[in-house]
């Protein structure tokens, strides 16, 4: 004799099944939604290259960072901080409507650590990329009685979202800066030589030393 189900437990065991489904699917949505990959295997080429981001100059650190400092601003750069020690400059770009980036330039003055008196420049450059996002506004209204309401308007608004940020290693980048850089170093002036003074030298027994003069009388 056939066992008669009640339609209240098959729907308990269609929700069950459902439910089972709906966290089988859970479990595996956050593999197929876009965004960072969990297995990138990223190791940076850091320590690599001595030369990309370093010169080493004769010039003290005041004349060296000066020189940055001119560098920039002939580029364009709004220069944030200047001293004897640090440069720090800041540029924008917008190649398309949608896209902009932005430049933050740094230099570093030093004293040279390999003992010839001059000065090592170290140069780095971080580019942050924004995108440009549409903003929908709603208004609220004032009613009398009933309160504020909230009206939808077609008004948007133009915001910058911030989408990535990386320090620049691009080799012809900084050799193209250290060269123009290069330009408002003063130039070295030649060599002056400095008088040479002749002290006599004392002899303190020098007339003891003397020879007399013959005597007319004796030699006749």
Known sequence: MPIARHPLSLSFGLAALLLAGALTGCAR?????????????????????????????RASQQQSCEAARRALLSQGYIVETATAEDVKGRKYYQPTPDVHYEVQMRVVCAPDAQGVGGT???????????????????????????????LP????????????????????????????FARYLPAPGPRVQQPVTVQPVPQPHAEDAAVAPLDRAATQ
């Open 153 to 180: 308007l077609n008004a948007t608004d133009d915001t910058l979202v911030k989408v990535g940020s990386e320090t620049i290693t691009d080799a012809h980048f900084y050799a193209s800066f250290f060269e123009l």
């Open 120 to 150: 090592a420049v170290f140069a780095s450059a971080i580019q942050d990329r924004y995108v440009i996002k549409k903003v929908n506004n709603s208004a609220s209204l004032g009613v009398g009685g009933l309160g504020s309401l909230s």
């Open 29 to 57: 949505l956050p593999e197929a939604l876009p965004g960072p990959e969990r297995n990138i295997a990223f190791t940076p080429n850091d320590f690599d290259r001595s030369d990309l981001h370093t010169r080493h100059l």
